[in-house]
């Protein structure tokens, strides 16, 4: 039996979300909201990467993602990169940046943080503390959290826990 690869159809107009983190394609979706779109979308899991061994892919026609998805991202995959197709050509391709301040992205759990407060709406901050593995820390309260404790604010849905084996 002869070995053949395997063969993702360019797409014509839209978004591709390249090296991202082996298992994260769905939950990237999800998150940005992404898996609402009616769009035509290829996904690809645990697809072979040359640079990281396994890296997931995402393909998707007429999509063009905002600043608060690529941020989402880069939170979650550090190692991403965003091209913006048109006419068949990429005509922008850029690394997704975790930023050092992480602002109204997250959901801070403890109770008594002032960001939780419902007489003064403060939005949350969080500094990186670490980017691989991630930790980041409340500015308010000093919580410190780990990826898989992160709980995200989406304009989309309702919080989202994110629920993902760790690879360290």
Same mark, same amino acid.
């Given at each position: 039996m002869s070995q053949s690869n395997l063969r993702i159809d360019r797409i014509h107009?839209?978004?591709?979300?390249d090296h991202i983190d082996a298992g994260y394609a769905l939950t990237i979706l999800n998150l940005t909201g992404l898996d609402e779109s009616p769009n035509l979308m290829t996904i690809g899991v645990n697809v072979s990467s040359k640079k990281?061994?396994?890296?997931? =892919?995402?393909k998707i026609e007429n999509v063009f993602l905002d600043k608060v998805q690529m941020q989402m991202i880069s939170i979650l995959s550090p190692n991403a990169t965003i091209s913006l197709i048109e006419n068949d050509s990429v005509i922008k391709k850029e690394s997704v940046n975790l930023p050092n301040i992480i602002k109204k992205l997250i959901a801070c759990k403890t109770k008594t943080c002032i960001s939780n407060s419902q007489k003064e709406?403060?939005?949350?901050?969080? =500094?990186?503390?670490?980017?691989k593995p991630l930790k980041i820390q409340c500015v308010f309260c000093d919580r410190i959290y780990k990826l898989d404790e992160i709980n995200f604010k989406?304009?989309?849905k309702k919080r989202k826990k994110i629920r993902q084996r760790i690879l360290l």
């Open positions: 107009e839209g978004t591709v979300i990281y061994g396994k890296k997931d =892919i995402i709406p403060i939005d949350t901050e969080f =500094i990186v503390l670490e980017e989406s304009r989309r």
